[in-house]
């Protein structure tokens, strides 16, 4: 089976990851295309100076191997994400901490109830500064009717430490 000219320079050029331009560049080098195809180049000059392809008639006649295109590397595969927003692994460790969170929520859920009359409040700093400021009220009274909280508040934490 005989294979054109054209389709047998572009398999040739593709196989080599090359253009025309580029192979053609190199055709000065050579004066025979016995030189240009030991050297492996697809073009050479004739002897009036004119680029001609580096290709003999049974070239022609052989049947051409395949050549397969470059295979894309495989992508692992995504599920759905919420409109690209994170990667799939960024995906997979917010599910796996939803997951985590949810089983301490039924583990809270099954604990007992605490006993009627519990309190479950810890003392606040503000309930210590109330009970200190009642105590000391006349002190931090002011003359025009108002009370000096800034003072009180000073003297309370001087106090704590």
Not at 2 to 23: E, F
Not at 125 to 148: E, L, P, R, W
Request: aromatic letters at 6%; proline letters at 4%.
């Amino acid at each position: 089976m005989a294979v054109s000219l054209t389709k047998y320079m572009n398999s040739k050029l593709k196989a080599m990851g090359k253009t025309v331009a580029q192979a053609k560049k190199n055709a000065s080098k050579y004066k025979s295309i016995a030189a240009a195809k030991k050297a492996g180049s697809l073009y050479y000059t004739n002897k009036s100076g004119k680029v001609m392809a580096a290709v003999y008639a049974e070239d022609l006649k052989k049947p051409l191997a395949a050549i397969r295109p470059k295979a894309r590397p495989k992508k692992k595969a995504q599920g759905p994400t919420r409109l690209g927003v994170m990667t799939l692994d960024e995906k997979m460790e917010v599910d796996l901490a939803n997951k985590s969170n949810k089983e301490a929520r039924k583990k809270m859920a099954k604990l007992p109830d605490l006993p009627k009359g519990t309190d479950t409040k810890l003392p606040s700093q503000s309930a210590a500064f109330n009970a200190f400021f009642k105590k000391n009220k006349a002190k931090y009274k002011k003359d025009n009717g108002g009370f000096n909280t800034r003072q009180a508040l000073k003297d309370f934490n001087a106090r704590s430490k």
